[in-house]
């Protein structure tokens, strides 16, 4: 059984910057693809970021490029990273976790990002 936890979330001002990991057990990832979604309040969730679990190219939504980066740990092997740099207000969200494997997509419970003005 896989399971996504992901922590790293706070309450940051514009501008400021955080980094959300995502760690991941149950089983080997090497053939998936791990990525990164936030909702907000009334909105449905969306796409943040996304790359292979073994490397190759990454891709971001259009509102985040150049601010956020998706990474591996290699040392780690199970943790995902989001960067996050130059912080909106319009980035406060619950920021999840996602793993594509074999067909199947699991998820994490998430975690709240808050960007003050």
């Known amino acids: 059984q896989v399971q996504l936890v992901e922590s790293g979330g706070g309450l940051v001002q514009a501008g400021g910057s955080l980094r959300l990991s995502c760690t991941a057990s149950?089983?080997?990832?090497?053939?998936?693809?791990v990525g990164w979604f936030r909702q907000s309040p009334g909105k449905e969730r969306e796409f943040v970021a996304s790359?292979?679990?073994?490397?190759?190219?990454?891709?971001y939504a259009d509102s985040v490029k150049g601010r956020f980066t998706i990474s591996r740990d290699v040392a780690k092997d199970t943790v995902v990273y989001l960067q996050m740099n130059s912080l909106k207000p319009e980035d406060t969200a619950v920021y999840f976790c996602r793993l594509y494997l074999m067909g199947r997509a699991y998820w994490g419970q998430g975690t709240q990002v808050t960007v003050s003005s």
């Open positions: 149950g089983r080997s990832f090497s053939g998936g693809a």
């Open positions: 790359r292979r679990w073994t490397g190759g190219n990454t891709y």
